[in-house]
């Protein structure tokens, strides 16, 4: 009887003690991102998930994810195709279930790999499109060379092919645009030497494949600049100017080749001092007058 009893005592034990880790809280600290697609991978810290892939499941509102690595802490988890908006579910080893109370997004649309850029790789390029046809230009290769080269791509062939190099200097942080039929590009700076900030304008034409050098931009040179066309008129402007800030703003004429000062930009039109001046804000750049 005594035996009986205690070995009844062990067993009991036993399963207390298997319960008690069986039953570990699942707790999670953090998803991150909290929106994605499909094929995307998030991570998922916290405790609880056990350190076996293969024993632990995550569902994306119902739809079961693949993970692609687990430890007790942290996993990584694929967004499975088909996964809609909603909670995310975790089931542990010990048959646990986490549900997340706050909604993961999953963003639509997808990516697709094309043709490699064939030319050096670099950073700070400048970028027109013309025709449906994209065009790459100058920036600054990974052992600093500043590269005046340029590529075209064309999406329909998934192709890419080389161009006419620009004619001047290389550079980087340039600005490019597209007015009309054209390519444009202006400024950038030069760190060959010294410092020098690039009053320079220079038109592609890509029937010919020619650059063609017009009247240099009249107002301090400068990097980062933006800018945009309206019909056959372009607007250029703000951006740094090594010393600052640039708040001038300049209208340019292809066809007669000039440029006229503007409005400066005001700085109160994209200072956001609330979340009420968003859309005030939005309204001060939509009302910009182009006359």
Request: glycine share 10%; hydrophobic share 35%.
């Amino acid at each position: 009887m005594t035996r009986q009893l205690l070995f009844c005592c062990v067993v009991f034990s036993t399963i207390l003690s298997c319960k008690k880790v069986s039953e570990s809280t699942i707790a999670v600290t953090s998803i991150y991102p909290n929106s994605d697609g499909p094929g995307a991978t998030i991570e998922i810290s916290g405790k609880g998930f056990g350190n076996k892939a293969g024993n632990v499941t995550v569902s994306f509102n119902g739809v079961r994810a693949t993970i692609d690595s687990c430890s007790d802490s942290v996993m990584l988890v694929v967004i499975p195709a088909g996964a809609t908006t909603g909670s995310i579910t975790i089931t542990s080893p010990g048959h646990l279930t986490y549900q997340s109370t706050s909604t993961f997004t999953i963003l639509t649309g997808s990516w697709i790999k094309k043709a490699d850029f064939p030319g050096l790789p670099r950073i700070n390029a400048a970028s027109f499109a013309v025709n449906n046809i994209g065009y790459i230009v100058a920036g600054i290769s990974e052992n600093g060379t500043e590269l005046a080269d340029m590529y075209a791509y064309d999406p329909v062939a998934h192709s890419w092919s080389e161009k006419a190099s620009l004619p001047g200097p290389g550079r980087q942080d340039a600005f490019g645009m597209t007015i009309g039929n054209k390519g444009y590009l202006i400024g950038g700076w030069d760190t060959i030497g010294s410092l020098n900030f690039l009053p320079d304008v220079w038109e592609y034409d890509p029937v010919a494949d020619s650059w063609t050098r017009m009247n240099d931009f009249p107002g301090t040179p400068r990097i980062d600049a933006g800018g945009f066309s309206v019909g056959n008129i372009g607007y250029y402007g703000l951006g740094y100017l090594g010393t600052g800030d640039a708040m001038d703003w300049w209208q340019y004429d292809p066809t007669a080749d000039t440029w006229t000062r503007k409005a400066d930009f005001s700085y109160d039109t994209y200072i956001l001092k609330s979340p009420l001046s968003c859309q005030s804000n939005a309204l001060s750049a939509a009302q910009f007058s182009f006359a």
